[in-house]
C-alpha cells in the first residue's frame, strides 16, 4: 500500500509466493536452503528456542545461592508467584505504563504527523525536528531528562519556583515517577512513531481532500473520517510495536528510578533482571520470565493476524 | 495557495505558531541538557542555570578524564558488525523462503514467526550461561553472536523480495545463473532499500542494546557507550552533572546527524517492510 | 535525491568504523605495554570520583611493584556485582580479587569460592592488629579473616552549620537523640521562613539497619547470624517503630523532605544540601569529601542519631572488603594479597580517606601528615572516625551475617517508602517482615541450610 520505493515502476507481474506453488521439490533447492538458511536457524536455535526451554525448565525448581537448580517445585513458583500482591501490583503497574505510553505515543504522534503534513514553506524542517528523539538512546534521554526531574536543581524545579508553584516530588513520590517514566518512554518513541504516521498520512491520496475541500468539509471532519480510517492499518501496526516495546522496557527504569518508589515503576523486565541479577532468585526471575513470553506472544499474535490479512504467507 | 484572504493567513500563522510550540517541547530536553553541559557543576548544583560561566571543560573532562571514547569505539564496533551480519544472514533466509522450494518450508517459516514471539529479555539466564559456557565473557562477540541474525529482518526481507519482478528470475535462469549469483547480483542490488533500512534498523538496535551489554561486558575493554554512561553518575557520591550532560551530547550528536543523513532511507524503508 | 545524500550515511558509518580502529588500537596500545609482571585483574565498584582514587592507589602498587600488575575492571554497583562475581567464577573474565559490599559477607563465605584472607596473613606473618578490629571483625567467621576490610564508611548525619548559625540555632550534640535532631530540623524550616526544609532521610535500607544496630537491637536470630545461620527476621520492633515514628513526625511539621531511594537519590539530596534546600541529612561518611570541597557553607558533622530513650550502642561499619577468589593459581592469589597490604598501608589509607571520604583503617595513619593536615583544615572530618572508635564491637553493630540481605534491603526500602508516603508504620513493617521471611525460608530451602 505504502509505494514510495522503486518497486513502483515495475509492472504488476511479481513473485507471489502463492503463485509459485508450481514449482517443484528439487534436490538442488535442498542444498541451497541449507547453506541460505543454515547460519541463521543455527543462531535461533542456540539462543532463542533452547533458553526458552531451559528458562521454562529452571522456573519449576528452587535455585540456590550459586544459581543452580536444586528442589523441583513443580508449578509451585508460579503459584506463589500470582499469587503475591507485589506481583500482582507490579503488573498492573506495567500495564499501567503500557496503557499510557501507547496513548500518548500514538496520540501526540498522530498530532505532529498530521501538522508536519501540510503544505507549508519550511515544513520540511520541523519534520525534521519532530524525527530527532529517534537519535536518542535510552541512556541519553534518561540523563536529559533526570536533569530536569531533579528536585532540587531541575528545570521543573526551577519553573516552579519562577511561578512560586510548590515542587513537585518527580521521582520520590510513586505516583509522579511513574508518570515520569512515561514522559521520557514518550518522548523517546515519538521520533519513529511520527515518522511512520507521516509516511502513512503522505500516501492518502490527495484526491481524497481535495473532494472533500470542494464539500466544503471541515478539517477536523477530514481528519477523522478520511485520514484516520485509511492509515488505520499503520496505526494498529505502530501501536502492537509500542505495546511490545512498551512491556519489554528496561533501560529507562533503570537509569531513572530503579523500579522504585515503592516498587511503583518495578515493571516486569526489571523484575526478570533484579531478581537473577541483585537477588540471585533464578527461579523467580525465570518463572516472571515465562510470563512475559505468554504476553509478548499474545500482541505479536494479534499483530500476525492482522498482518495475515495483509501478507499472503 | 495562491488565495490570500485572511482567514487562510490566519490559518496559516496558528499552524506555525502550533508547529514551533511543540517543536520547542519536544527539543526543550536537548537545549537544557546541552545548556548545562556547558555549566561548571558546581553552579548546576547550586540551581544557577544562567550562569555565565560557560566552557568546553566539562567536554575536555569528559574525554580526558573517563573513557567515553573507547566505550563510543566499542558501541560502533559491535553495532556495524551486528548491522553487516543481519544484513547477510536475514537476506540469505529470506531468499530461502522465497525463491527455494524444499521441505518443511512452512514449518520452518512459522519457526522464524514464533521467535518473533519470544522476548530476548526473558532468556537472559541461559544464554548468560550459554554465553559464558563458549567462554566469550566480556568479549565483543558475546554483544554480537546472538544477534547475528534476526526473525524479524528476515520477514522484513521476505515481503520485500516477494515484490521481485518473475521475469528477473526467468532471465537468470536463461543466463544460468546459479542461485547464489542471482542472490548476490539481482536480488541484493534490487531490494536496495529494504536492505538499506533492515540495516539502519539493526545498527540502532544493537546501538541501543542495554540490558544484555549489561550482563556480559565486565571492562572497559567491551563495555558499550549505554552502560558507560551509567558509570559516570556514582553511587555514595556527588554527581558531576556538567560533565554527565556533556558525555550526552558527545554521544547524541553523531547518532542525530546519521539520523537525518538516513532518516529518507528510514521513512520510507519502514513503512515498506511494515506495512504492504 | 542527490548521490551525495544516497552515500552519506554508509561513508559515515564506514569513517566511524576507521576511526574505531585508530582510537582502538591507540588505546590497547596504551594498556598493553609488554611486561611480563603476572597481571591481578581487580573488580571494583567505586563509580565517579572515588573511581579516581582508586586507580591512584592502583598506580601506587603497580609504580611499587616488579613482580605483579593490578587491572581495576569497574563493576557497576555493589548490588550489580555480587552475581557477577558468583556467575563468572571459574571462568578466565573472573577477578582475582574483588572488592564486595558488607551484605553480601554471607553469600560469599557460603559460595566456597573465596580463599580466606587470613591464609595468607599466616604465612606472611602479616601484622593485623594495625587495622580496625571493628572493621575487621564485621568480616571473619569461625575465628578467620574472610576479607579484608577496604573501604569502610560510618552513616553520619551531616547539618549546615552556616545555616544554624546564621538562625541562631544551637548546633545538635555530637551524639545527637531522634528529638535533638528534631528540634533542629524545625527550628531550621521555621526560622527561614520556610524556604528551606529541616531535614531529610533517604529510604535507604542500610539507615534503618544501622538505627537498629544503635539501638542495639538485632534484625535476625542466631545473633544477627553471627553464631548460626539466620531462620527468622524481625522487622517490626519496637526500635525500628520509633526510628519511622521520628521521620513521620518531621513530615507531619512539613520540615522534612523526600528524596525517595536509589543512587539518584542519594546524589539529589547532596545537590539539595549544598543549594541551601534542606539543612540536615543521613549519609555515608565516603561523602564527606566532596561536601567539604564544594560547599561555600560550614559543614557541621554528628554521630548517628539515638532514640531518645537509649543510650547510642554504635553503628556498624559500612563499605566493602576485599576477598581473594581461589580459582586463580598460587602466585596471583599471592599478588592479590599483596596489593591488600599494599592498599593498607598507613600512607595509602590516610590518602584514600582525604579523597574519598571513607576511613583509614590502619592505625599509624592518624599520624600521617596527610591526615594531621586534613584535620587541621577540616576539623569536623575527624568525627566519623571517633564513632567508630567510640564503637563497641557487639553482635548487633557487626552487621547482619545473612544471606539475601540485598532483597531485605528492598523490601525495607519498600516499607520506610511506604511509611514516608502516608502508609501505617506497623503494616508496612509486618508486611516487609512476611516478604523478608517467605524468601529467606524458600533460600534455605534451595540450599539445604538446616
Known sequence: MLKTSTTDVVPEKKVQAKQRQGFKLNAKDKYYASIFLGPSLLILGLFVFYPMIKTLYISMFLTNTLGNTTVFVGLGNYVKLISAPDFISSMMVTILYVVAVTILTIALGLLLANLASQKLPGISIFRTLYSVTMGVSVSVAAIFWLFIFNPSTGFFALMSGWFNLPVVNWLTSPANAMWAVIITTVWMNLGFTFLILLGAIESVPRTLYEAADVEGVSSRYQFFHITIPMISPTLFFVSTITIIGAFKSFGLIDLITKGGPTNATNMLVYRIYKDAFYSGNYAKSSTEAIILTVIIAFFTLLQFKFLEKKVNY | ?276 | MSKLKKYAMPLVIVLGVILVAIFGKAISAKSAVNDNRTPIVFWHEMGGPSEQALEQVVDGFNKSQTKYKVIPKYQGSYDEAIQKILQTHGTSTSPAVFQAFDISTAQMLHSGYTTPVQNFIDADHYDVSKISSVARSFYSNGGKQQAMPFNTSQPVLYYNASLLKKYGITPPPVSPSYSDITRVAQQIYEKSGHKVKGMTVQVYGWFIEQALANAGTQLANNNDGHTGNPTEVKLNNPDSVEFLKWIKENIKSNDFIDYGSGASAGANQTAGFLSDKVGIFIQSSASIGDLIKNNKNQLGITYFPHPDNKKANGVAIGGAALWISNDKPKNVQQGAFEFIKYALKPEVQAQWQKATGYLALNKDSQKTQTLKDLYAKSPESKVPGQQLATAKANYSNSGILMEGMQLTRQLEEVAMETVYNGGDIDHALTTADKDINDNLTQLNKANGYK
Not at chain 2, 573532562?61 to 573517563?66: D, I, L, M, V
Not at chain 2, 563458549?134 to 523480495?161: C, E, H, K, V, W
Not at chain 2, 554512561?229 to 553523531?254: C, R
Request: hydrophobic share 50%; net charge neutral.
Open chain 2, 1 to 276: 495557495m495562491a488565495n490570500f484572504d485572511e482567514s487562510a493567513i490566519l490559518k496559516r500563522v496558528f499552524s506555525y505558531i502550533l508547529l514551533i510550540a511543540l517543536a520547542v517541547v519536544i527539543l526543550a530536553p536537548f537545549f537544557i541538557g546541552i545548556w548545562a553541559s556547558f555549566l561548571p557543576t558546581m553552579d548546576i548544583a547550586k540551581g544557577d542555570l544562567f550562569s555565565t560561566n560557560v566552557s568546553f571543560n566539562n567536554y575536555v573532562s569528559a574525554f580526558t578524564k573517563t573513557p567515553i571514547l573507547r566505550y563510543l569505539a566499542n558501541t560502533v564496533v559491535i553495532a556495524t558488525v551486528t548491522m553487516f551480519a543481519q544484513l547477510i544472514f536475514c537476506s540469505m533466509s529470506a531468499y530461502a523462503f522465497v525463491f527455494l522450494k524444499f521441505k518443511y518450508q512452512k514449518t520452518i517459516f512459522s519457526l522464524f514467526l514464533i521467535t518473533m514471539m519470544l522476548p530476548f529479555e526473558a532468556e537472559i539466564i541461559p544464554n548468560f550461561a550459554t554465553i559464558k559456557s563458549m567462554g566469550l565473557l566480556d568479549n565483543y562477540a558475546a554483544l554480537i553472536i546472538p544477534f547475528l541474525t534476526s526473525a524479524f529482518g528476515t520477514f522484513m526481507l521476505r515481503q520485500s523480495f516477494m515484490q521481485t519482478p518473475a521475469e528477473l528470475k526467468e532471465a537468470s535462469d536463461i543466463e544460468g545463473l546459479n542461485h547464489f549469483q542471482f542472490y548476490w547480483h539481482i536480488v541484493l542490488p534490487y531490494n536496495k532499500i529494504s536492505m538499506i533500512t533492515l540495516g539502519a534498523y539493526s545498527f540502532l538496535g544493537a546501538w541501543n542494546q542495554y540490558l544484555w551489554p549489561m550482563l556480559t561486558t565486565f571492562s572497559n575493554n567491551s563495555r558499550v557507550i549505554q552502560n558507560g554512561l551509567k558509570q559516570l553518575q556514582s553511587e555514595e557520591t556527588f554527581n558531576d552533572w556538567g560533565m554527565i550532560q556533556a558525555s550526552a551530547a558527545i554521544i547524541v550528536i553523531p547518532t542525530i546527524i546519521v539520523l537525518f543523513v538516513g532518516q529518507h532511507y528510514f521513512k520510507s524503508g519502514m513503512n515498506e517492510g511494515a506495512v504492504k
